[in-house]
């Protein structure tokens, strides 16, 4: 007998990548997805969270609820949205009914600290936008992290260079803040940086062919895909896309497709050129400075790319 799924909450800006992930977990039956979050990043909140009920709607699952997060950084402006990357309303810009109703009435902080206290031990947080909403958990339940049963986040750049800047990943710089306090949290957390997510490509062709598979979510990607595609080709000389938020999603179903090595993080808050880099410690051992009784996080460093875009795939077509 399979064992039951695991309870996650997305933590989600969508965006075209979060759209990519979050059709991904409700297609695998490893999974139950308890709610979305959402948050600012790729668009302004308000735009996030009527993508979140498209996205949900496109896959039949109106029934999850969706709590309406933060708007803003712990402790900076907004840097604004990546239209560049995933359109002016964070879906490739494709016209959709109006999926607006309201959200769940607790906001996002307030929704997990309910749901992971309800479920001690069972929930793992899927973090996949800027870690604002879960700091503002921790902020407010300091205890949170000794009642999950994880996190496991995209963000983060540990041995390569960044996405936003020379120094950091997209996620981070929109608020190195929180992510310093999430990073530091005592529970199980892997991140799912750009070590293996810039060397996870789903190819051109492969996006080709999602476009001849016929399923309301295949035709969801089928459209807003071509937009990110675009941006990889304009930015990275790339045909195909980097593979992001769908990697949390690949390791908790097939963990065996990475590897990683585990080290404390820390988040570098300076308002210098390193803003929002996520630094590891040195070794393994004998954390000291800066590192020093921070817990340790499993920070994915190689990646069978070929195998986990199968996996998305496929899954993506049995729905
Ligand atoms: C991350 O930044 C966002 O633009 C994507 O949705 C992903 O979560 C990649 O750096
Ligand atoms: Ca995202």
Same mark, same amino acid.
């Given at each position: ?12 800006? &969508?965006?075209?990548?979060?759209? !990519? /992930? ?56 907004? %840097? ?14 494709? /016209?959709?009914?109006?999926?607006? @109703?309201?959200?769940? =009435? ?6 997990? *600290? =309910?749901? +992971? ?12 936008? &800027?870690?604002?909403? *879960? ?5 407010? @339940?300091?205890?949170? &992290? ?7 986040? !995209?963000?983060?750049? /540990? ?9 950091? =990943? ?17 529970? &199980? ?8 997510? =810039? ?10 062919? *999602? /476009? ?54 820390? +988040? ?25 009784? %921070?817990?340790?996080?499993? *920070? ?20």
């Amino acid at each position: 007998m399979s064992p039951p799924p695991r309870k996650i909450i997305i933590d989600t800006d &969508p965006g075209i990548d979060d759209a !990519m /992930a979050i059709l991904y977990a409700l297609a695998a039956p490893e999974l139950e997805v308890v709610g979305l979050t959402t948050v600012f990043g790729n668009a302004h909140v308000e735009l996030c969270t009527t993508n979140a009920f498209h996205i949900l709607d496109v896959a039949g699952r109106s029934d999850i609820p969706v709590a309406h997060g933060a708007g803003r950084p712990l402790a900076m402006p907004y %840097r604004g949205p990546a239209a560049f990357v995933h359109g002016e309303n964070g879906l490739a810009d494709i /016209a959709f009914h109006d999926a607006r @109703r309201a959200p769940h =009435e607790l906001d996002a902080a307030h929704f997990i *600290i =309910e749901q +992971v206290l309800a479920a001690p031990g069972e929930i793992t947080l899927v973090p996949i936008g &800027p870690l604002t909403n *879960i700091a503002l958990a921790m902020l407010l @339940r300091p205890d949170l &992290p000794q009642h999950l049963a994880g996190m496991v986040i !995209m963000g983060g750049n /540990a041995f390569c260079p960044g996405n936003a800047s020379p120094a950091a =990943e997209a996620n981070i710089i929109n608020d190195p803040e929180a992510a310093d306090l999430v990073f530091g949290a005592d529970c &199980p957390i892997v991140m799912c940086g750009l070590d293996v997510t =810039e060397r996870t490509v789903m190819t051109g062709a492969q996006i080709d062919e *999602i /476009a001849r598979i016929d399923t309301p979510r295949a035709r969801l990607a089928a459209q807003i895909l071509p937009h990110y595609r675009e941006f990889h080709r304009a930015s990275h000389g790339l045909d195909g896309i980097h593979v992001h938020d769908s990697t949390c999603v690949s390791y908790m179903i097939a963990p065996q497709h990475y590897a990683s090595v585990l080290r404390p993080i820390r +988040v570098d808050c300076g308002h210098h050129v390193g803003r929002g880099k996520t630094w590891p410690s040195l070794s393994d051992q004998a954390h000291g400075g800066e590192w020093k009784n %921070r817990p340790p996080v499993t *920070i994915l460093t190689e990646v069978d790319s070929a195998a986990v875009v199968d996996l998305e795939l496929n899954r993506l077509a049995s729905v």
